[in-house]
């Protein structure tokens, strides 16, 4: 078996993984981990749940894919299931959260266009803030070292920091048509946009008519405690980008508008080929009718509560941690020493954390983790964390 095959894309772990149940991985060596990654907060079910299986082998068996020249019965019923669970009305489905965020962004141009004119095409976004790898998610990506090597990028963007109102203001007018942001920073380092910020950006989106996009990839569909993130701030964005946790596992993602935002679409403003497809959407569905109807979501913030505690008194314990970030079960470790270092130990102890920014790690298990998997989970951070020097 070759892996020279593979484009040499990503750094791996030396690790090839062959089969997943719960909150557990298993190598082709039967060694077993705790994944705490739940591959970046997308396996919200963990692995192999049944849902999932039955919703692949029921629909599989039924269509697979459909043209988007035709209406198919899982496209419509998972739509309704966003709309009835958001305060949107609508949903154009993709492949990915990146393919979300170009849509997002072409929703927002064609608005400003619309309600504006040619000049109403500035898109604003955050310093740290990361939203996709294609050229147009790369541009309103707020990271120097992802888009150094692929200048020039797309124009008509400008980068502001994060929770300055003041910055905010100076670069909010009439040109602005959209403004994307994550309430939480993933990739960034578990940073969480304040609630004054988000109301100050909804307000002047209002004023100058703008659209307010949020970027719910990795913080939505649970993630935080209720199914959108958005709600546990108390702004409605006039566009949310989901994706990750929306399949469980299963690639989709969606773009979720208001009547504002969908305002501004006509067909063939934006297609996918294999966005929204039957099988997708009825994975999608099952997903999540496990994380609402099912409860999973009313269980994160105690699981979060429980966390929390813990780490913090990990916190006190240890001089290594230098701050506990995130919320629901989105959860960051700051440290003082190397986030890498720490990841790879907790690696060759049997958990699988990912780092973010430049000095956290991850904790980002499955919604439905149990008590026992987040104990012994915690037991390895502790143990890394006895070993670890300052």
């Not at 993709?94 to 619309?114: D, F, I, M, P, Q």
């Not at 701030?233 to 508008?257: H, M, Q, S």
Request: proline share 3%.
């Amino acid at each position: 078996m070759s892996k020279s095959n593979i484009m040499n894309t990503y750094g791996r772990f030396d690790v090839t993984f062959e089969k997943g149940l719960g909150s557990r991985v298993y190598d082709v060596n039967g060694k077993e981990y705790i994944d705490f990654v739940s591959g970046v907060a997308t396996n919200c079910l963990g692995h192999s749940h049944p849902a999932i299986i039955n919703a692949i082998t029921e629909q599989s068996k039924r269509l697979i894919h459909i043209s988007n020249n035709y209406w198919s019965t899982k496209n419509i019923a998972l739509a309704e299931k966003l709309i009835q669970n958001s305060d949107h009305s609508s949903v154009f489905f993709s492949n990915s959260g990146t393919e979300a965020v170009e849509g997002a962004l072409k929703l927002a141009r064609k608005y400003g266009k619309k309600h504006g004119n040619n000049d109403k095409n500035i898109l604003l976004y955050m310093d740290n803030s990361f939203h996709g790898r294609s050229m147009g998610a790369l541009s309103v990506t707020g990271q120097d070292k992802y888009q150094k090597d692929f200048m020039p990028l797309m124009g008509g963007v400008k980068r502001i920091q994060l929770n300055d109102i003041e910055d905010l203001k100076n670069n909010f007018n009439d040109k602005v048509c959209g403004i994307i942001i994550e309430p939480i920073q993933g990739e960034g380092g578990i940073n969480t946009a304040s609630a004054k910020y988000l109301k100050e950006v909804r307000s002047l989106c209002d004023s100058y008519d703008a659209l307010l996009i949020f970027d719910e990839i990795q913080c939505g569909m649970g993630r935080l405690g209720s199914l959108f993130a958005y709600k546990k701030f108390n702004v409605v964005p006039d566009v949310i980008c989901i994706a990750k946790a929306l399949g469980g596992g299963f690639p989709i993602g969606a773009v979720v508008a208001n009547e504002r935002a969908d305002s501004a679409v006509a067909p063939g403003d934006h297609g996918s080929t294999f966005g929204g497809n039957p099988l997708g959407c009825a994975v999608a569905l099952a997903v999540l009718n496990e994380l609402v109807d099912g409860g999973i979501v009313a269980t994160v913030e105690k699981k979060s509560n429980y966390i929390m505690e813990k780490l913090h008194i990990l916190k006190d314990k240890y001089k290594a941690i230098d701050e506990i970030k995130g919320m629901g079960l989105l959860i960051g470790i700051s440290l003082k020493t190397s986030p890498k270092d720490f990841s790879n130990a907790c690696f060759k102890k049997g958990l699988l954390a990912v780092t973010a920014g430049t000095n956290v790690v991850r904790l980002l298990p499955p919604l439905n983790v149990s008590k026992e998997d987040v104990d012994e989970a915690l037991s390895i951070v502790e143990a890394v964390l006895s070993e670890t020097t300052m």
